[in-house]
């Protein structure tokens, strides 16, 4: 970790208090938001991540640390928002959701939490979405990437049923759609149309950055 | 050997003995029920498919859900808010312990209720001697979980591991009276259900585990054993990392084995086959689900091939009868078990 500068540390850590006094100091010091976004949060997320998929920690540590990640986030959004301009817009941008019939939504949470570490904006759908409310969601904003979980494979079919369901309502062009859950595999995203499938948090975040390419 | 009961039948194999052919006792979901055969009986649906236990789950009593919502969401008996699905058991939604403080004021069913036992008392009297009497529960690691949440209850593992103790212990002395209660009406078998890894790992640390899980789950295990029970416990994912402890409990036997997890029957069979009976693996992700005919008997021929040598194997899916599995496969599978698993296993 010696690469690894003091809030992502921090951050890696678990260190809530520490990583907050760190963040406050360097956005007094004007420290542009947007470079503690990169170069803290995102490669003590990125750590956090490897040490995730390898075995090193595990859901508690993974939550905790993107507990310290959200003090950091919440600490920079309005920042990162004045900075980006008037609107604030910007060219990341995520909506996700439990498809239909499924409620499950750890995993899902737990994309959301390394998305946002990585500077995506996301909106979270909730869970047991159907078909209807992704269109809904899809038509009124301007998401880059919409993402269906499914943990269920009696509920998988609803990724289908919703990629249809852009299709019949115009939108599927204005929008790439995402897959994961544990019984999705990249032959069912072949098979559905999808436009990404991910297997879990860290292979989501360096997939939808291709995606967005 | 001459034909055993079925309860004979399962408890040879939770004995790591072979009896006469390998169990079966895992029947149709509702809709499958219905469409081979409607309007039957529990009685006729054990008879028809001729089930070597029968089993009654306590999240499928009338009297765990004490209070209807709305059309879609219950409340059950901790206090947890359901949503009703295809799934026969609904998922949780909401837990009722959102603070510590919650806690405070929360009190813990009470075992003792009458309510609880109707149903496994008729089993006994009905099928005692012939098949096997199952009372099932879900654990309290995964009982924990809807209560507080599970974010937040992963998170109190790190942050507040004396809550997590505190509201384990409570769910735990609920069911070690659930156990004891349901062996003196005459369970046998004492089945609890829940995970404890995702396809990946387990959920937590083998610290966490140890230090918090483990002895919970170790004490069902040694009240039901006390009772003259046998144990079985079941969880998905890939607890590869943590199978030594929870077979260090004492259980008697492990399901499924998940194979979606990477788990390898046929492994775990080799390195754990002479401490556990293993129960399940014919995979009901794609197999049972979108599989062939022919697919699903190759994969119970796999099942018996990896697991029945030598007894210590009871057959079902690698997880349950849900709502996509297909009526042929699970017909097929049914079949395939009587068609292969006779003993000696010649396949």
Redesign the interface.
């Known amino acids: 970790m010696a690469d690894l500068s003091e809030i992502a540390q921090s951050l890696v850590a678990?260190d809530i208090a520490k990583i907050e006094e760190l963040t406050r100091a360097a956005i007094d010091a004007n420290v542009p938001a947007q470079e503690i976004l990169d170069e803290d949060v995102v490669a003590g997320m990125q750590v956090v991540g490897e040490q995730f998929?390898s075995?090193e920690?595990?859901?508690?540590?993974l939550?905790?640390a993107g507990?310290a990640a959200k003090v950091v986030m919440n600490l920079l959004k309005p920042l990162l928002t004045k900075q980006k301009g008037v609107t604030g817009s910007t060219d990341k941008k995520v909506a996700i959701g439990t498809v239909q019939?499924?409620?499950?939504d750890?995993?899902k949470?737990i994309v959301i939490m390394m998305l946002e570490a990585n500077g995506w904006e996301i909106t979270n759908l909730g869970?047991?979405v159907s078909p209807e409310e992704f269109c809904a969601a899809v038509k009124e904003n301007d998401f880059q990437i919409l993402g269906l979980s499914a943990l269920?494979?009696?509920t998988m079919?609803n990724q289908r049923e919703t990629i249809e369901a852009l299709k019949a309502a115009g939108l599927r062009g204005k929008v790439k759609v995402a897959i994961g859950g544990?019984?999705c595999t990249q032959g069912w995203a072949d098979q559905i149309g999808a436009d990404c499938y991910a297997a879990?948090a860290a292979e989501t975040v360096k997939k939808f950055k291709l995606l967005i390419q | 050997m001459k034909t055993l009961t079925g309860a004979e039948r399962v408890f040879k194999a939770l004995q790591l003995q072979e009896p006469d052919r390998v169990p079966f006792h895992e029947g149709p979901n509702r809709k499958i029920r219905e469409e081979i055969l409607p309007g039957a009986s529990d009685d006729d649906v054990v008879e028809y498919f001729d089930l070597d236990a029968v089993g009654v789950g306590e999240r499928g009593l009338p009297g765990y859900r004490i209070e209807t919502l709305d059309a879609s969401h219950f409340r059950n008996q901790w206090g947890t808010i359901v949503?009703v699905?295809?799934?026969s058991l609904g998922?949780?939604?909401e837990g009722a312990i959102k603070t510590e403080k919650d806690l405070d004021t929360w009190h813990p069913p009470d075992p003792d209720e009458p309510w609880r036992y109707e149903k496994l008392a008729e089993l006994v009297k009905r099928y005692k001697g012939q098949r096997a009497i199952i009372a099932a529960f879900q654990d309290p690691f995964n009982v924990a979980n809807e209560m507080r949440g599970?974010?937040a209850h992963?998170?109190?593992?790190?942050?507040n591991p004396d809550l997590v103790d505190r509201l384990a212990g409570l769910i735990r002395d609920y069911h070690l009276r659930l156990i004891r209660n349901c062996i003196e009406v005459g369970a046998e078998i004492i089945n609890f259900a829940g995970d404890y890894a995702?396809?990946?790992?387990?959920?937590?640390?083998r610290e966490?585990f140890a230090k918090h899980v483990i002895p919970v789950l170790k004490a069902l295990v040694d009240e039901a054993h006390s009772g003259g029970a046998y144990f079985v416990k079941h969880t998905d994912g890939n607890i590869i990392?943590i199978i030594d402890m929870i077979l260090d409990t004492g259980i008697n036997g492990l399901h499924p084995i998940d194979p979606?997890a990477g788990m390898d029957l046929g492994e775990v069979k080799k390195k754990y086959g002479h401490r556990v009976c293993l129960v399940g693996n014919v995979d009901?992700?794609?197999t049972l689900?979108w599989g062939t005919l022919e697919e699903v008997r190759e994969d119970v021929k796999r099942c018996m091939r990896q697991a029945a040598r030598g007894g210590g194997y009871i057959c079902q899916s690698s997880n349950s009868i849900?709502?996509?599995v297909k009526t042929e496969n699970y017909l097929e599978m049914v079949k395939a078990i009587r068609d292969y698993g006779k003993y000696p296993i010649s396949i």
């Open positions: 678990r998929e075995g920690i595990f859901l508690p540590e939550l905790m507990e019939g499924d409620v499950h750890i995993g949470n869970v047991d269920l494979t009696g079919p544990a019984m879990d | 949503r699905t295809s799934e998922i949780p939604v599970a974010a992963y998170m109190d593992f790190v942050r995702t396809t990946k790992w387990p959920m937590l640390s966490h990392p979606n009901c992700a794609y689900t849900h709502s996509a």
